[in-house]
């Protein structure tokens, strides 16, 4: 019988749901913090010996927690790396009618901001969506979803995927940029999109 893997599954609270009702397998822990830097989080990586911890949600990671997992941590991103990274980034490749590049991206986590080594991506096609909230809602239960495959694979010692994508950028969005106007906008270019898809009559 091979070794029993320690796989942490970090969530930020701002996430107000409890996924271990979600098909997790069974050897993955769950913590709920409020902020990934935070003491709590430190000490509990430092005193469990942790094979893979996924992360969810929040801040970027600083070093010194990114030092205690070097190439163990696994990130969810809510944009379609390497084209969009930092926060808010599901939405803004609709504002700047990018519609191609609206999706998530699972990948390994580095100091490059959402810059690691692409183990899976899942596109959208903004046009179903008539609220940017439906949109969100439907790209983090794909990326869920998506992870638990992952999961597998890492638990019945697969190689995971990787997918290469040499397109380069230094942009990063950050969540200072998105404000209550940008919000409007993409819920109305998405209220077009869904018309023009759905109910007009060509």
Same mark, same amino acid.
């Given at each position: 019988?091979?070794?029993?893997? %320690?796989?942490? $599954? ?15 397998p069974s050897e993955i ?16 990586? @430092? ?22 997992? %070097?190439?163990k941590i696994i990130n969810?991103?809510?944009? #379609?790396? /390497?084209? #969009?990274?930092?926060? #808010?980034? $599901?939405? *803004?490749?609709?504002?700047? %009618?990018?519609?191609? $590049?609206?999706?998530?991206? =699972? ?18 096609? /903004?046009?179903? #969506?008539? *609220? ?10 794909? &990326? ?5 495959? =992952? ?7 697969? &190689?995971? /995927? ?13 969540? @200072?940029? *998105?404000?209550?106007?940008? &919000?409007? $906008? ?17």
């Open positions: 019988m091979g070794k029993t893997k %320690n796989i942490f $599954l970090i969530f930020i609270k701002l996430i107000s749901y409890d996924f271990r009702g979600l098909r997790f822990e769950f913590f709920y913090t409020s902020d990934v830097n935070s003491v709590d989080v430190y000490n509990l990586l @430092k005193k469990r010996k942790i094979d893979l911890l996924l992360v969810c949600g929040g801040k970027i990671i600083k070093d010194n927690i990114l030092n205690i997992l %070097n190439g969810i991103h809510n944009g #379609y790396s /390497p084209y #969009y990274k930092g926060s #808010y980034t $599901l939405f *803004f490749p609709i504002i700047e %009618n990018k519609h191609y $590049l609206v999706g998530t991206t =699972i990948h390994w986590l580095t100091k490059d901001v959402d810059g690691g080594d692409i183990i899976l991506r899942n596109r959208f096609y /903004p046009d179903n #969506y008539f *609220f940017k909230d439906f949109l969100f809602i439907d790209s983090f239960k794909k &990326s869920i979803d998506s992870l638990v495959i =992952i999961l597998r694979l890492f638990l019945a010692n697969f &190689s995971l /995927p990787l997918i290469r994508d040499y397109y380069k950028t230094k942009k990063v969005y950050y969540g @200072k940029e *998105f404000d209550l106007e940008k &919000s409007k $906008l993409i819920n109305k270019k998405l209220h077009h999109l869904f018309f023009k898809k759905y109910l007009i009559i060509k």
